[in-house]
C-alpha cells in the first residue's frame, strides 16, 4: 500500500528524514512512532507530496507519490496533524464541501461517525473545542470510507472516553479491509491497535517490529510501599527484575515481561502502596536501540 525507498527531506539548517525504507502492506495498521520532531510529519507530508524529497522514492497504491499524487489523493483520507479549515462553516457544510470535491453525493458515512464520536455537525467550527475540531478533522479524513488512512496524532485533544472510541473506530475500518498509517508518539496508543510499528528517531528509521515482539520488550517502573521492612532477596530473584532499590519500606524497581511473579511475591507481605508507571518513549529508545541506533 505504501513503499518508501531510501526517502529523503532535507532542511536548510533543520533536521529532515533520512533514508527512510519500509513498506505498509494492505489490510493492516502500520504504527509511526516517535517523539515530538523526529521527523513523522515530514515523512507524511513528503508522502503526499506536499514537500518534495530530496533523495528517494515513495509510492502509495504503488504508484508515484508525485506523478500519481492526485490519484492517490481521490483514493485515501488524511488527517494532518495541523488541522484547520474555515471556522466559518459547520461541520456539516464542510462534510458536504468535502464530498463535492471528491464527487460523493450525500455525506457517506459522516452521520454515522458524528454519533460515534458524540460530534456536534451543526454548530460552526470556529466556536468548536480544540478536542471537538478534532473530531471534525477525524470525520472528514472517514467519512469516504478511504483505502488508506493517514493519520498524523489524531487523537490530540480528544478526552479519554472519545480515544477509546477513535481506537474502535480505526480498528473497524481494517476489519473492513482498509488500510491505516498512524504516527503517534503515544506508545501505549501504538500498542493497543498497531500491526507492526515502525520506530523514527532524529529522522532517521531506527528499527520496524511487530508489535507482539515490542510488547514482549516492554517493562514497567514499580515501586511498592510494604507495612514493614523486608529482605529484597525475593524479589531480586524474580526474572526480569532490575535496578532494585530500597527507601525505608519502599522498594523500587524495573520488571521486564510479565508482572504476574511481582505480584505473587509481593503479595506474601502486607502492601500499604503500589505504583506502577510506563517508560517514556525516550526510555524506550534508549533501552532497546542504546544512543548510537540499533544493538
Same mark, same amino acid.
Given at each position: +500500500? *505504501?513503499?518508501?525507498?531510501?526517502?529523503?527531506?532535507?532542511?536548510?539548517?533543520?533536521?529532515?528524514?533520512e533514508d527512510l525504507s519500509f513498506v505498509v502492506e494492505a489490510g493492516e495498521i502500520y504504527g509511526f512512532l516517535g517523539p515530538n520532531g523526529a521527523g513523522k510529519t515530514t515523512t507524511i507530508r513528503t508522502l503526499l507530496d506536499l514537500l518534495h524529497p530530496s533523495g528517494g522514492h515513495a509510492s502509495?497504491?504503488?504508484?508515484?507519490?508525485?506523478?500519481?499524487?492526485?490519484? *492517490?489523493?481521490?483514493?485515501?483520507?488524511n488527517l494532518p496533524g495541523d488541522f484547520t479549515c474555515d471556522p466559518r462553516l459547520t461541520g456539516r457544510a464542510f462534510l458536504a464541501f468535502c464530498a463535492e470535491a471528491r464527487g460523493l453525493a450525500g455525506l457517506g458515512r459522516g452521520p454515522v461517525l458524528a454519533e460515534r464520536f458524540e460530534a456536534?455537525?451543526?454548530?460552526?467550527?470556529?466556536?468548536?473545542?480544540?478536542?471537538?475540531?478534532?473530531?471534525?478533522?477525524?470525520?472528514?479524513?472517514?467519512?469516504?470510507?478511504? #483505502?488508506?488512512?493517514? !493519520?498524523?496524532?489524531?487523537?490530540?485533544?480528544?478526552?479519554?472516553? +472519545?480515544? #477509546?472510541?477513535?481506537?474502535?473506530? *480505526? /480498528?473497524?475500518?481494517?476489519?473492513?479491509?482498509?488500510?491505516?498509517?498512524?504516527?503517534?508518539?503515544?506508545?501505549?496508543?501504538?500498542?493497543?491497535?498497531?500491526?507492526?510499528?515502525?520506530? *523514527?528517531?532524529?529522522?532517521?528509521?531506527?528499527?520496524?517490529?511487530?508489535?507482539? #515482539?515490542?510488547?514482549?520488550?516492554?517493562?514497567?517502573?514499580?515501586?511498592?510501599?510494604?507495612?514493614?521492612?523486608?529482605?529484597?532477596?525475593? $524479589?531480586?530473584?524474580?526474572?526480569?527484575?532490575?535496578?532494585?532499590?530500597?527507601?525505608?519500606?519502599?522498594?523500587?524497581?524495573?520488571? /521486564?515481561?510479565?508482572?504476574?511473579?511481582?505480584?505473587?511475591?509481593?503479595?506474601?507481605?502486607?502492601? $500499604?502502596? +503500589?505504583? !506502577?508507571? #510506563?517508560?517514556?518513549?525516550?526510555?524506550?529508545?534508549?533501552?532497546?536501540?542504546?544512543?548510537?541506533?540499533?544493538?
Amino acid at each position: +500500500m *505504501i513503499d518508501t525507498d531510501r526517502l529523503t527531506k532535507r532542511y536548510a539548517g533543520a533536521r529532515g528524514i533520512e533514508d527512510l525504507s519500509f513498506v505498509v502492506e494492505a489490510g493492516e495498521i502500520y504504527g509511526f512512532l516517535g517523539p515530538n520532531g523526529a521527523g513523522k510529519t515530514t515523512t507524511i507530508r513528503t508522502l503526499l507530496d506536499l514537500l518534495h524529497p530530496s533523495g528517494g522514492h515513495a509510492s502509495i497504491f504503488g504508484l508515484d507519490s508525485h506523478r500519481g499524487s492526485r490519484e *492517490i489523493r481521490s483514493r485515501l483520507g488524511n488527517l494532518p496533524g495541523d488541522f484547520t479549515c474555515d471556522p466559518r462553516l459547520t461541520g456539516r457544510a464542510f462534510l458536504a464541501f468535502c464530498a463535492e470535491a471528491r464527487g460523493l453525493a450525500g455525506l457517506g458515512r459522516g452521520p454515522v461517525l458524528a454519533e460515534r464520536f458524540e460530534a456536534d455537525l451543526d454548530r460552526r467550527i470556529g466556536d468548536l473545542s480544540r478536542g471537538n475540531r478534532q473530531k471534525i478533522g477525524l470525520i472528514q479524513a472517514l467519512f469516504h470510507d478511504p #483505502e488508506l488512512l493517514i !493519520l498524523d496524532e489524531p487523537t490530540t485533544g480528544l478526552d479519554p472516553l +472519545m480515544q #477509546e472510541e477513535f481506537l474502535e473506530v *480505526i /480498528t473497524d475500518h481494517r476489519d473492513r479491509g482498509g488500510t491505516v498509517l498512524l504516527s503517534s508518539h503515544e506508545l501505549d496508543e501504538v500498542e493497543r491497535v498497531c500491526d507492526r510499528v515502525a520506530i *523514527i528517531r532524529e529522522g532517521r528509521l531506527v528499527a520496524v517490529e511487530r508489535v507482539a #515482539e515490542l510488547r514482549g520488550r516492554s517493562y514497567h517502573h514499580v515501586s511498592i510501599r510494604f507495612e514493614e521492612s523486608l529482605e529484597v532477596a525475593e $524479589l531480586a530473584a524474580i526474572p526480569g527484575v532490575s535496578e532494585l532499590r530500597t527507601d525505608g519500606t519502599r522498594v523500587s524497581f524495573k520488571v /521486564t515481561g510479565a508482572l504476574d511473579p511481582v505480584v505473587k511475591a509481593a503479595a506474601h507481605h502486607t502492601v $500499604l502502596d +503500589m505504583e !506502577l508507571t #510506563e517508560p517514556s518513549l525516550e526510555e524506550v529508545f534508549l533501552t532497546y536501540y542504546g544512543r548510537e541506533g540499533p544493538r
